[in-house]
């Protein structure tokens, strides 16, 4: 096998560690409690990303992206984690998964009005798709159903609301990031700091709910590795793999998302809520395709499509 190839497959790595990443954060949730079990998951991949990637020299790193970043990244993770561990159920906690994969089509909108990103009127369907699909999966068993979709919501406002402000900010993360990170990586740091953040929270709220057992051990070594060693392996996928095969298929992380939740939580989807998963990708995959630049026509065959600007900056 060639670098290249084995570089690619490291990259599909990645793609399956985030896209476990659900499903492993309500298991662990379930065992320790939202915080308690997010600060354990965020300590683990924190440690990881210390053995693999190392802490860089902090002082070559623009302030404005350590603060910037340090602020969006913490704030993202902590809308991630504690909505899907506040969840009722295992299903809600997949369907928040969902509302938080928003994040590809808003990073192209935000690309498109911050970042002066030439488009094409492919985005205005891919965002309507997008959010339709989010409609489907919360509309329950009868599809895209207003009055399910609003039963949805208020029975957890905050887990759905968390989702919801997560996709925002990190598209927001990853439009600050590509104008002033410099191709710096702070992501060692940002872990750091969204681990000791949570553990504050823990010991302010005054929660108890961490009890150690085999099962919750488990769940917290793979959440840790799918944090910690997905960055990682998806690094070594963009800078030498085949990085339009990986583009392309990180687009589907929602759906092996949903299917991995699933299996590890033990829950059933329904048909509408696949319908709803595929409208999500195809409408991120929409907006991409607005947003790529036209190769001449006797170099489109050899031209390979860049990833979006998203998944170059690490943002998954």
Not at 50 to 64: D, S, Y
Not at 101 to 112: D, G, Q
Not at 118 to 132: D, S
Not at 150 to 178: E, H, K, M, Q, R
Request: hydrophobic share 55%.
């Amino acid at each position: 096998m060639s670098s290249r190839n084995r570089a690619t497959l490291i990259g599909f790595v990645a793609i399956v560690l985030w896209s476990s990443v659900v499903g492993l954060i309500r298991g662990v949730s379930e065992n320790f409690g939202a915080t308690g079990g997010a600060a354990m998951i965020y300590t683990g991949a924190a440690a990881l990303l210390l053995v693999t990637t190392g802490l860089p020299r902090f002082g070559e790193f623009p302030r404005r992206y350590l603060l910037w970043g340090s602020v969006l990244f913490v704030a993202y993770e902590w809308c991630l984690s504690l909505s899907i561990g506040n969840a009722h159920t295992a299903r809600q906690a997949i369907e928040v998964g969902m509302v938080n994969y928003l994040w590809p089509t808003f990073t192209m909108v935000f690309a498109i009005l911050f970042l002066r990103q030439r488009a094409n009127l492919l985005i205005v369907p891919g965002v309507l798709l997008a959010m339709a699909g989010v409609g489907w999966v919360l509309g329950g068993e009868h599809g895209f159903d207003t009055s399910g979709m609003v039963a949805n919501i208020v029975d957890n406002p905050l887990s759905y609301g968390l989702a919801f402000a997560g996709s925002l900010i990190w598209a927001a993360y990853c439009t600050v990031t590509i104008r002033i990170a410099n191709g710096k990586n702070g992501i060692t740091l940002f872990f750091i700091l969204v681990a000791l953040s949570l553990w504050i929270k823990y010991l302010l709220d005054g929660e108890h709910t961490i009890v150690f057992g085999f099962n919750a051990l488990a769940y917290f070594v793979l959440a840790s590795a799918a944090m910690g060693f997905g960055y990682s392996a998806w690094n070594i996928g963009i800078m030498r793999g085949n990085v339009a095969i990986l583009a392309g298929v990180s687009y589907f992380i929602p759906v092996i998302s949903a299917g991995l939740a699933a299996l590890l939580l033990d829950a059933s989807l329904s048909s509408s809520f696949w319908t709803g998963a595929f409208c999500v990708c195809g409408g991120s995959v929409l907006c991409w395709l607005a947003t790529r630049k036209r190769a001449p026509r006797a170099a489109a065959s050899a031209t390979s499509s860049s990833p979006p600007p998203s998944q170059a900056n690490q943002c998954t």
